[in-house]
Nanobody, 128 residues
Framework: QVQLVESGGGLVQAGGPLRLSCAAS????????MGWFRQAPGQERAFVAG????????DYTDSGKGRLTISRDNAEKRLYLQMNSLKPEDTGVYYCAAVFVGLSRRTGGRSEREYTYWGQGTRVTVSS
């Protein structure tokens, strides 16, 4: 089982950077594909970025490519999301999520139904 705790959210001006972190505890973090999701105000939770257990495969939405970078440190059991050139539409609560994949090199997928473990979220507000 994996427990996830996000941090790093806050208020930032448009165009600025922010780095989110997700600390994991429990066994087998290194065998979990990971993902970041965002729930904007009044909207459903949506995929932002994903990464395979090894970090060798990543997936981003078109709006995130070139601005967002997902990374992980399996030794430290941490997942990160570096966000640059932030836009007001990036505002929302960001969740990290995990799904056990064993040695599969796949990312976790873009549907929240594909993930087993979730953090409580960290809020990001981008002001224009």
């Amino acid at each position: 089982q994996v427990q996830l705790v996000e941090s790093g959210g806050g208020l930032v001006q448009a165009g600025g950077p922010l780095r989110l972190s997700c600390a994991a505890s429990g066994v087998s973090f290194g065998n979990n594909a990971m993902g970041w999701f965002r729930q904007a105000p009044g909207q459903e939770r949506a995929f932002v970025a994903g990464m395979s257990w090894s970090g060798g495969n990543t997936d981003y939405t078109d709006s995130g490519k070139g601005r967002l970078t997902i990374s992980r440190d399996n030794a430290e059991k941490r997942l990160y999301l570096q966000m640059n050139s932030l836009k007001p539409e990036d505002t929302g609560v960001y969740y990290c999520a995990a799904v056990f994949v064993g040695l599969s090199r796949r990312t976790g997928g873009r549907s929240e139904r594909e993930y087993t473990y979730w953090g409580q979220g960290t809020r990001v507000t981008v002001s224009s």
